[in-house]
Protein backbone atom coordinates (compact mmCIF):
# COMPACT_ATOMS: atom_id res chain seq x y z
CA UNK A 1 0.00 0.00 0.00
CA UNK A 2 1.64 3.15 -1.01
CA UNK A 3 1.16 5.44 2.02
CA UNK A 4 2.17 8.55 0.13
CA UNK A 5 1.20 9.43 -3.73
CA UNK A 6 2.88 11.58 -5.76
CA UNK A 7 2.13 13.65 -9.33
CA UNK A 8 3.09 14.58 -11.16
CA UNK A 9 5.58 11.44 -12.31
CA UNK A 10 7.43 14.41 -15.16
CA UNK A 11 6.83 18.06 -15.56
CA UNK A 12 8.86 20.46 -17.86
CA UNK A 13 8.81 24.23 -17.40
CA UNK A 14 9.90 26.95 -18.74
CA UNK A 15 12.52 29.25 -17.28
CA UNK A 16 10.74 31.52 -14.81
CA UNK A 17 7.51 29.49 -14.73
CA UNK A 18 6.02 28.11 -11.48
CA UNK A 19 6.69 24.12 -10.99
CA UNK A 20 3.97 22.81 -8.46
CA UNK A 21 4.16 19.04 -7.31
CA UNK A 22 1.46 17.52 -5.33
CA UNK A 23 1.12 14.84 -2.86
CA UNK A 24 -1.61 13.14 -0.55
CA UNK A 25 -1.34 10.85 2.35
CA UNK A 26 -3.79 8.40 4.40
CA UNK A 27 -1.84 7.87 7.79
CA UNK A 28 -2.93 10.60 9.86
CA UNK A 29 -0.71 9.72 12.50
CA UNK A 30 2.19 11.75 9.87
CA UNK A 31 3.61 14.55 11.48
CA UNK A 32 6.64 16.02 9.60
CA UNK A 33 6.36 16.22 6.01
CA UNK A 34 9.80 17.02 4.06
CA UNK A 35 10.71 17.37 0.62
CA UNK A 36 13.79 16.04 -1.33
CA UNK A 37 15.85 17.33 -3.94
CA UNK A 38 18.24 14.32 -5.76
CA UNK A 39 20.63 15.75 -8.89
CA UNK A 40 21.97 12.49 -11.13
CA UNK A 41 24.43 10.73 -9.25
CA UNK A 42 24.00 12.27 -6.07
CA UNK A 43 22.15 11.33 -3.19
CA UNK A 44 18.82 13.16 -2.04
CA UNK A 45 19.25 15.85 0.28
CA UNK A 46 16.66 17.77 2.14
CA UNK A 47 15.32 21.20 0.68
CA UNK A 48 12.20 22.56 2.55
CA UNK A 49 9.94 20.54 5.66
CA UNK A 50 6.74 21.59 7.10
CA UNK A 51 4.97 20.22 10.20
CA UNK A 52 1.12 20.28 10.26
CA UNK A 53 0.89 23.15 13.03
CA UNK A 54 1.26 25.55 9.88
CA UNK A 55 -0.13 25.83 6.45
CA UNK A 56 2.52 26.96 4.43
CA UNK A 57 6.55 27.35 5.01
CA UNK A 58 8.22 29.62 2.35
CA UNK A 59 12.61 29.45 1.67
CA UNK A 60 13.78 31.62 -0.78
CA UNK A 61 11.73 30.68 -3.84
CA UNK A 62 10.56 27.36 -2.41
CA UNK A 63 7.53 26.73 -0.81
CA UNK A 64 5.51 24.06 0.76
CA UNK A 65 1.90 24.38 1.44
CA UNK A 66 -0.09 22.28 3.22
CA UNK A 67 -4.44 21.30 3.91
CA UNK A 68 -4.33 18.92 6.87
CA UNK A 69 -8.12 17.94 6.56
CA UNK A 70 -7.28 17.23 2.97
CA UNK A 71 -4.15 14.86 3.60
CA UNK A 72 -2.17 16.91 0.99
CA UNK A 73 0.88 19.15 0.97
CA UNK A 74 2.54 20.40 -2.29
CA UNK A 75 6.16 22.22 -3.31
CA UNK A 76 5.83 25.22 -5.40
CA UNK A 77 9.02 26.30 -6.82
CA UNK A 78 9.08 30.11 -8.03
CA UNK A 79 10.68 31.52 -10.90
CA UNK A 80 12.27 28.17 -11.76
CA UNK A 81 15.27 27.92 -12.82
CA UNK A 82 17.60 25.38 -15.09
CA UNK A 83 19.65 24.60 -12.01
CA UNK A 84 16.57 23.50 -10.54
CA UNK A 85 16.18 20.23 -12.95
CA UNK A 86 16.14 17.66 -10.54
CA UNK A 87 14.13 14.78 -9.24
CA UNK A 88 11.98 15.82 -5.92
CA UNK A 89 10.23 13.53 -3.69
CA UNK A 90 7.63 14.05 -1.24
CA UNK A 91 7.98 12.19 2.39
CA UNK A 92 6.03 11.73 5.31
CA UNK A 93 6.74 10.54 9.08
CA UNK A 94 5.27 10.06 11.88
CA UNK A 95 7.87 11.19 15.10
CA UNK A 96 6.02 10.00 18.24
CA UNK A 97 4.15 6.74 17.25
CA UNK A 98 6.33 4.07 18.10
CA UNK A 99 8.94 1.22 16.77
CA UNK A 100 8.74 2.12 12.84
CA UNK A 101 8.12 6.45 13.74
CA UNK A 102 11.50 7.89 12.36
CA UNK A 103 10.82 5.40 8.92
CA UNK A 104 10.21 8.28 5.88
CA UNK A 105 7.81 7.18 3.96
CA UNK A 106 8.76 8.42 0.53
CA UNK A 107 6.29 9.37 -2.57
CA UNK A 108 7.93 7.93 -5.98
CA UNK A 109 9.49 11.11 -7.32
CA UNK A 110 8.50 13.79 -10.09
CA UNK A 111 11.34 14.37 -12.44
CA UNK A 112 11.11 18.02 -13.26
CA UNK A 113 12.89 20.14 -16.06
CA UNK A 114 13.59 23.48 -16.70
CA UNK A 115 13.93 24.74 -20.16
CA UNK A 116 15.89 27.60 -20.77
CA UNK B 1 32.75 16.67 7.87
CA UNK B 2 32.10 12.76 6.24
CA UNK B 3 28.10 12.74 6.91
CA UNK B 4 26.91 9.04 5.16
CA UNK B 5 29.72 7.50 3.38
CA UNK B 6 28.89 4.55 0.73
CA UNK B 7 31.36 2.03 -0.80
CA UNK B 8 31.69 0.88 -3.51
CA UNK B 9 30.35 3.32 -5.78
CA UNK B 10 29.98 1.05 -8.93
CA UNK B 11 29.60 -2.73 -8.45
CA UNK B 12 28.59 -5.20 -10.96
CA UNK B 13 27.73 -8.94 -9.62
CA UNK B 14 27.27 -11.86 -11.06
CA UNK B 15 23.87 -14.00 -10.14
CA UNK B 16 24.46 -15.87 -7.43
CA UNK B 17 27.53 -13.69 -5.93
CA UNK B 18 27.35 -12.26 -2.34
CA UNK B 19 28.80 -8.83 -1.36
CA UNK B 20 28.14 -6.36 1.29
CA UNK B 21 27.21 -2.72 0.77
CA UNK B 22 29.05 -0.04 3.09
CA UNK B 23 27.74 2.51 5.19
CA UNK B 24 29.00 4.39 7.89
CA UNK B 25 28.16 7.84 9.49
CA UNK B 26 30.19 10.21 11.86
CA UNK B 27 26.99 12.64 12.87
CA UNK B 28 26.35 10.03 15.68
CA UNK B 29 22.74 9.32 14.34
CA UNK B 30 20.70 6.40 16.21
CA UNK B 31 18.50 5.73 13.05
CA UNK B 32 20.10 4.74 9.56
CA UNK B 33 18.36 2.52 7.04
CA UNK B 34 18.96 1.41 3.24
CA UNK B 35 16.99 2.31 0.20
CA UNK B 36 16.50 1.32 -2.95
CA UNK B 37 15.91 3.23 -5.63
CA UNK B 38 14.84 2.35 -9.25
CA UNK B 39 13.24 4.03 -12.22
CA UNK B 40 9.26 5.14 -11.39
CA UNK B 41 9.28 3.61 -8.24
CA UNK B 42 10.52 6.09 -5.55
CA UNK B 43 12.36 5.15 -2.81
CA UNK B 44 11.81 1.84 -0.75
CA UNK B 45 12.61 1.06 2.80
CA UNK B 46 14.58 -1.98 2.57
CA UNK B 47 15.73 -2.57 6.13
CA UNK B 48 16.70 -0.16 9.03
CA UNK B 49 18.30 0.38 12.32
CA UNK B 50 17.18 2.33 15.75
CA UNK B 51 20.49 1.86 17.36
CA UNK B 52 23.45 -0.79 17.82
CA UNK B 53 22.06 -4.23 17.90
CA UNK B 54 18.57 -3.27 16.73
CA UNK B 55 17.36 -4.14 13.23
CA UNK B 56 14.45 -4.41 11.17
CA UNK B 57 12.74 -5.17 8.34
CA UNK B 58 11.27 -2.40 5.73
CA UNK B 59 8.90 -3.15 2.24
CA UNK B 60 11.36 -4.67 0.64
CA UNK B 61 13.41 -6.80 3.17
CA UNK B 62 13.74 -10.49 0.80
CA UNK B 63 17.24 -11.35 -0.03
CA UNK B 64 19.20 -8.51 1.81
CA UNK B 65 20.28 -8.98 5.75
CA UNK B 66 21.66 -5.94 7.83
CA UNK B 67 23.81 -5.86 11.14
CA UNK B 68 24.26 -2.89 13.59
CA UNK B 69 27.28 -3.71 16.02
CA UNK B 70 28.45 -0.16 16.11
CA UNK B 71 26.34 3.59 16.03
CA UNK B 72 28.60 4.40 13.09
CA UNK B 73 28.02 1.45 10.67
CA UNK B 74 25.25 -0.60 8.74
CA UNK B 75 26.30 -2.72 6.15
CA UNK B 76 23.64 -4.32 3.97
CA UNK B 77 24.66 -7.85 2.48
CA UNK B 78 23.26 -9.33 -0.54
CA UNK B 79 23.11 -13.00 -0.22
CA UNK B 80 22.63 -14.30 -3.47
CA UNK B 81 22.78 -11.68 -5.52
CA UNK B 82 20.25 -11.69 -8.35
CA UNK B 83 19.30 -10.00 -11.62
CA UNK B 84 16.27 -8.22 -9.70
CA UNK B 85 18.62 -6.78 -7.25
CA UNK B 86 20.07 -4.61 -10.18
CA UNK B 87 19.24 -1.06 -8.59
CA UNK B 88 20.67 1.93 -7.03
CA UNK B 89 20.99 1.73 -2.77
CA UNK B 90 21.51 4.45 -0.49
CA UNK B 91 21.92 4.17 2.88
CA UNK B 92 20.73 7.49 5.17
CA UNK B 93 20.93 8.37 8.91
CA UNK B 94 18.92 11.06 11.17
CA UNK B 95 18.79 11.76 14.74
CA UNK B 96 15.21 10.28 16.27
CA UNK B 97 13.06 12.10 18.54
CA UNK B 98 11.18 15.01 16.36
CA UNK B 99 11.35 16.07 12.87
CA UNK B 100 14.73 15.50 11.77
CA UNK B 101 16.77 15.70 8.74
CA UNK B 102 18.10 12.35 7.00
CA UNK B 103 21.38 12.66 5.65
CA UNK B 104 21.85 10.38 2.66
CA UNK B 105 24.71 8.46 0.92
CA UNK B 106 26.14 9.19 -2.34
CA UNK B 107 24.57 5.95 -3.40
CA UNK B 108 26.11 2.32 -4.51
CA UNK B 109 24.97 1.28 -8.24
CA UNK B 110 24.82 -2.55 -8.45
CA UNK B 111 24.31 -4.46 -11.53
CA UNK B 112 23.71 -8.21 -11.12
CA UNK B 113 24.67 -9.94 -14.48
Known amino acids: QQQVKQSPQSLIVQKGGISIINCAYENTAFDYFPWYQQFPGKGPALLIAIRPDVSEKKEGRFTISFNKSAKQFSLHIMDSQPGDSATYFC???????????????FGKGTKLSVIP | NAGVTQTPKFQVLKTGQSMTLQCAQDMNHEYMSWYRQDPGMGLRLIHY???????DQGEVPNGYNVSRSTTEDFPLRLLSAAPSQTSVYFC????????????FGQGTRLTVV
Open chain 2, 49 to 55: SVGAGIT
Open chain 2, 92 to 103: ASRKTGGATEAF
Open chain 1, 91 to 105: AASSAYSGAGSYQLT
